[in-house]
Each structure stands twice: as structure tokens, then as C-alpha cells.
């Protein structure tokens, strides 16, 4: 199993921000992770880093990330697919094989074990759409089986931000398909993706607000001229306002910042408070978890 110490987690990241993790490992089964978690039980798990901002002062403590697990199962109309999947792997390998059901995470940045966390979805469609069950591993009971209901999905989230839960694979009940109707909807949502959102090569971590209800983040934010909002080396998305770019190495608190003259703003003019999709991971730059905790951002840490 590979580790590393001091190791620069911005290559890593989405954002492409981070400073140096004092440790980090790599497990590429359930058992190596299990391993590794009872002999480092303080070390925080994570997973692709796609909507996570890690302070560019760095983390002074233990990561286990889960990217190596990245095994695929076919069996019949389900696939379970490890945690460390790729959202955009997995559904093209589900299209390979006349299988719908997963297009709407073509593009994905994310991986299956946070897609699960999250609920993630888009296009009109969610994990809470297909998933048919997660293993995953409780600190309390170790490896335990959770049904769809059992997960308590809702807007992009799930019981395991509730619970001291970590997803470790996940399979989806899915419906077959001519191939040629599953690329063509493939296609349109990456097509929707590449006009409104910001390619995957631009330093970005997804959408940065969560849709208020019976509204849209984007419009809110667009209405009070957060295009034109930078910070230091970040700045908003000419194409929409809910992302933020990661222009000219832009650091940690020059994002923080930018959320919170976004958040502040809106707010102001509507007085409707965004909540950050966002989560992050740091704590050793004061100003920034004092922004962490003004923005209502999940900060990041052992979920024991």
C-alpha cells in the first residue's frame, strides 16, 4: 500500500490548491483501508478532492484517500463500483454495456464513495435515482450493508453526514438500453455542461452554493453581478456565476474570501442565505476557519 509523508495534495485536488499533508495513505481494498484506519484511527478519509478546498497552509494530520479503490463489478442490470470510482468511469462503462441509468454522471469530477455522501446529482437526476445499496464502514458496528431507504437521501446529502459513516462501494440497480439512446443523452448533458460549467481542465470544485429551495443559486448570484467578483488568483465563472475559477494560483483564503463576498451579497439583496456545497479541509490559518464558520462551511475531520 503506497504512503506518503509531507505530500503536496494540491496536485490532487480539483482546485488544484492545498498545501502539504503530513501523512497520507493509499489502500486499494476494503482490507488495506480497514488496516489502515485501525492503525491510524484519528486520520480523516477522503476521497477525489473534487469539492473539497484544503487550506493552503496544509493538514498537519493523517489522510486515508480512497482513489486507488477503483474496482467495477457487472452483474446482470447492477454494477458496484468501488468508492474511489470515478463518477464519469462508471458511466461510461454502464453505457458500454447497454446499461442506463448513469448518464447523468458523465462529466462527473467526483468519485462514487463522496457522489454517495452527497447524493450528488444533476440533469434531474440523483444517486438516490439508482443506487440500490453501500457497504460501508461504521466505526461503531465495522462493515455494514445499507439498503436505499436506509441511506435517508435528500438534497445532497445522505445519513452519512449524520452518522460516522464512510462509504466504501456502492451498486446501482440499472435499466438496459439501446446504446445509441444512451450516448445521445450522454452527449446533451455534456454538451449542457461544457456551455454552463467550466471545463474539468479549469482548477474548479463543482458548484459552490447549494440551490436554495424553488430556486436557482446561479440566478441569485448572477442577479448581483458575481461574474465580475474576484479575489486574489480566484474569480467567479464568466459563464456561470456558481463556480469559481481558480485563475492564477489563487490560495485557500483568497476563495474563502471570494464565497463570502458571494454569500454576503446575496444575502444582502435577497436575504437568503446560500449554503456552501464546498467542504473543507485545514484548521491552521485562523482567518480562514473563522470564514469557514461565518459561511456555515463543513469542515472536514474524523468522522468518529
Known amino acids: 500500500?503506497?504512503?506518503?509523508?509531507?505530500?503536496?495534495?494540491?496536485?490532487?485536488?480539483?482546485?488544484?490548491?492545498?498545501?502539504?499533508?503530513?501523512?497520507?495513505?493509499?489502500?486499494?481494498?476494503?482490507?488495506?483501508?480497514?488496516?489502515?484506519?485501525?492503525?491510524?484511527?484519528?486520520?480523516?478519509?477522503?476521497?477525489?478532492?473534487?469539492?473539497?478546498?484544503?487550506?493552503?497552509?496544509?493538514?498537519?494530520?493523517?489522510?486515508?484517500?480512497t482513489k486507488r479503490m477503483d474496482e467495477i463489478k457487472f452483474d446482470g442490470y447492477t454494477v458496484t463500483a468501488s468508492a474511489g470510482v470515478r463518477g464519469t468511469k462508471l458511466s461510461k462503462q454502464a453505457a458500454a454495456k447497454s446499461l442506463s441509468g448513469l448518464e447523468f454522471m458523465i462529466a462527473f469530477p467526483g468519485s462514487v464513495g463522496g457522489e454517495v455522501y452527497m447524493n450528488a446529482g444533476a440533469h434531474g437526476q440523483c444517486i438516490a435515482d439508482v443506487l440500490k445499496s453501500a457497504k460501508i464502514y461504521s466505526y461503531e458496528n465495522g462493515m455494514i450493508e445499507l439498503s436505499n431507504k436506509d441511506m435517508e437521501f435528500g438534497y445532497r446529502t445522505s445519513i452519512c453526514q449524520k452518522k460516522p459513516y464512510i462509504v466504501l462501494d456502492a451498486t446501482f440497480e440499472l435499466v438496459p438500453d439501446n446504446s445509441e439512446n444512451i450516448q445521445e443523452r450522454m452527449n446533451k448533458n455534456l454538451s449542457f455542461r461544457q456551455d454552463k460549467q467550466p471545463s474539468l481542465t479549469l482548477p474548479n470544485c463543482g458548484s459552490v452554493f447549494k440551490n436554495p429551495k424553488n430556486d436557482s443559486a446561479g440566478r441569485l448570484l448572477e442577479s448581483i453581478g458575481a461574474k465580475d467578483f474576484r479575489v486574489g488568483g480566484a474569480r467567479v465563472f464568466e459563464n456561470h456565476a456558481n463556480f469559481i475559477i481558480n485563475e492564477n494560483s489563487a490560495t485557500s483564503l483568497d476563495v474563502l474570501t471570494l464565497m463570502d463576498k458571494m454569500s454576503s451579497a446575496v444575502e444582502n439583496k435577497f436575504g437568503i442565505k446560500l449554503v456552501p456545497e464546498v467542504r473543507y479541509l485545514g484548521g491552521k490559518d485562523e482567518e480562514e476557519v473563522k470564514l469557514c464558520k461565518k459561511l456555515q462551511i463543513e469542515l472536514i475531520k474524523n468522522q468518529k
Open 1 to 65: 500500500m503506497l504512503a506518503e509523508n509531507d505530500f503536496d495534495i494540491s496536485k490532487f485536488t480539483s482546485f488544484k490548491i492545498g498545501g502539504k499533508v503530513k501523512k497520507i495513505y493509499f489502500p486499494e481494498t476494503v482490507d488495506e483501508f480497514i488496516e489502515v484506519l485501525n492503525s491510524q484511527p484519528d486520520a480523516v478519509v477522503v476521497g477525489n478532492l473534487s469539492n473539497v478546498l484544503v487550506s493552503s497552509k496544509g493538514y498537519d494530520g493523517a489522510l486515508i484517500c
